[in-house]
């Protein structure tokens, strides 16, 4: 079971502004690619160029990996060759990547995301955590870039997830193994994840217990049919509920939203979680148990 929300109880970030990224690089003619080459290597080109928008698409990006050639960098039990055949694997299939079992569903939810609709951002920020291990500033702590992939986990979900997490993290490291308490993410934590690892720069959290579960759908809903990818909806569902429409527990656990929600007595939906996309139709009331809220990002200001 996935504990990777818990309402905020669990959360470990001071209450602060997000950190931004910082505007990406951009490369200005052969020149300038040669001069970087010959002072930084060719892996600094790959990520200089995987932030242009023309390398926005699934075939670009699986180019650059493979022009990064066989990288190393800090975390000592981790191989290149394994995490670049993932990178490869996870643009093609961002619905396979998958936290079990650790409880990083939020991570999870944000890292689909930036596979599927910003592949170059991807490619350009798995490399970059590999070799440097480090994030806008922040180093990894040493104890996770010792540590190997968990068990049952894919190298590339593993750190990527173990990173993002420990990036959001204020208080307590993360250390990339099962926890009850360092793998908690309140939606302020998640909106920072947003807004430090795609190119997401507004967030809002539409909380159902002011507004009620039908109209805060239906406002995402409208967000994600008038904007598509420029907007990013995670839901914050009770998990148990999800998996039978008919239980009922506490609301621990985050999903994407993949497409506008058809609402009505019968609720159709779309989304990412555990490794998969899934389609599913609830009962109306057992939809509206199931969600408590829903964080969103967009890439655009004025769009939420």
Known sequence: MDRGYDDGRLAVRTA????????????????????????????????????????????????????????????????????????????????????????????????????ETEPGTFTYDVESVFEDGDWDGKRFNSTLLANSTMPGMDPLDWMMLSAMQDNANDVLDYYGRETKVRDGESAGDLKHTMLAWTKIQDTAHYTCSYWGVEDETKRVSDLLRNYGDDVCVVIEVDSTTLQNENARDSNDHYVRLRKPIDYGDTVSFEIFTWGSNRSLKFKKDNFDHMVDGYIVGARRPGIL
């Open 16 to 115: 602060q502004s997000p950190r931004t990224r910082p505007a990406p690089s951009r490369v200005s003619g052969a020149q300038a690619v040669t001069a970087l080459q010959r002072s930084a290597g060719n892996a600094a080109v790959v990520r200089l160029l995987s932030r242009s928008a023309t390398a926005e698409d699934q075939a670009s990006a699986e180019h650059l990996v493979d022009q990064a050639g066989s990288l190393t960098g800090p975390w000592s039990k981790l191989d290149w060759t394994q995490v670049a055949k993932s990178a490869h694997d996870r643009v093609q299939h961002p619905e396979k990547i998958n936290q079990n079992p650790l409880g990083l569903c939020g991570p999870a939810a944000v890292l689909n995301y930036l596979a």
